[in-house]
């Protein structure tokens, strides 16, 4: 376990994924020791898991001194989608067997944060929940001592406007932002592999930490995760309890999943404490209001004693 990271049990397998029987309860940050090589370092950020509604969302950054360039292109990084699961846990040793040069970080956003980000008033979106990733990946580069030069991103829509904002929050640091970022740059390749790598570990070893001591549990036969995978979809359907819903490997968040608890699950009505008063109160305005004019509900006149 890197001695920078302290919240969690990792495998020798994927350092940066829980360790068997440890359950996923939060979203945590791992990072690979610091290379000791001299600057300025290139960074790539790049991202597994924004669609599917199963497992956590994973962003993962690669860096190494920009003299390192030449070396990194015959490392074999690319899109982590194009790789076989072998060649990429290949290309994680790869990150791993040079760490004068080479270095690598993960932010793993639990199943749990993203859904109560996207559901609370207001809502952190996906979209801001990235961007957060991205930027608390980045400042603990520099926090370690690292010092950057040039950083890649792979992002989609607007990318002009969020170049400029990264570059805003971090002058002196030029910021490339682009979509398939991963294809064209190798250190956003390394990123992408890092993040794939650990969040395939996260899934594929998934601990069920509710009814631990009851009969229920649930099979693990889910797929790739993703909403338009059958097997993801029938997973979905035979898991679902209707009262307590899915485990935390789900996203509540997402359509498919409020769907399946409209018509499967036990319907509640939740009232906040200290809101049922509230409530009252409201209603009871709304009778006084009944036979008043237009002026004195705008204007809040409860009585000619006002005047």
Not at 122 to 149: E, F, V
Not at 224 to 244: E, L, M
Not at 279 to 288: D, L, P
């Amino acid at each position: 376990m890197s001695a920078e990271q302290s919240e969690f049990t990792f495998s020798t397998e994927v350092p940066s994924a829980p360790g068997p029987s440890t359950p996923l309860l939060q979203s945590y940050t791992y990072h690979s020791p610091t290379p000791t090589a001299a600057g300025p370092y290139i960074l790539g950020v790049d991202e597994a898991g924004r669609g599917p509604v199963l497992g956590p969302l994973v962003y993962g950054v690669a860096y190494c001194p920009a003299s390192y360039k030449e070396d990194l292109e015959g490392l074999g990084f690319a899109d982590s989608k194009t790789l076989t699961p072998e060649k990429r846990a290949s290309l994680l040793e790869v990150l791993n067997s040079d760490p004068d040069n080479l270095g690598w970080s993960v932010r793993v956003i639990s199943p749990q944060a993203i859904s109560s980000g996207m559901l609370r008033l207001p809502p952190i979106n996906l979209n801001k929940q990235s961007q957060d990733a991205t930027i608390l990946l980045i400042r603990d580069a520099l926090q370690r001592g690292m010092q950057l030069s040039e950083v890649y991103v792979d992002a989609l829509g607007n990318t002009t406007t969020y170049e400029a904002y990264l570059s805003s929050l971090f002058p002196g640091i030029n910021f490339t932002v682009t979509t398939k970022a991963d294809s064209k740059f190798k250190i956003v390749g390394a990123a992408s592999v890092a993040a794939k790598v650990t969040r395939d570990a996260c899934v594929e070893g998934w601990t069920f930490q509710e009814f631990a001591d009851s009969e229920l549990s649930w099979s693990r036969e889910f797929g790739s995760g993703y909403p338009s995978d059958p097997k993801t979809q029938a997973w979905i359907k035979d898991s679902v309890d209707p009262t307590f819903g899915f485990p935390s490997l789900v996203r509540f968040s997402w359509t498919t999943v409020k769907v399946i608890l409209e018509k499967s699950a036990h319907s509640a009505q939740w009232i906040d404490e200290g809101q049922e008063s509230l409530v009252k109160a409201f209603e009871s305005a709304k009778g006084r209001d009944k036979d008043r004019c237009a002026v004195t509900k705008d204007l809040g006149i409860q009585s000619v004693g006002v005047f």
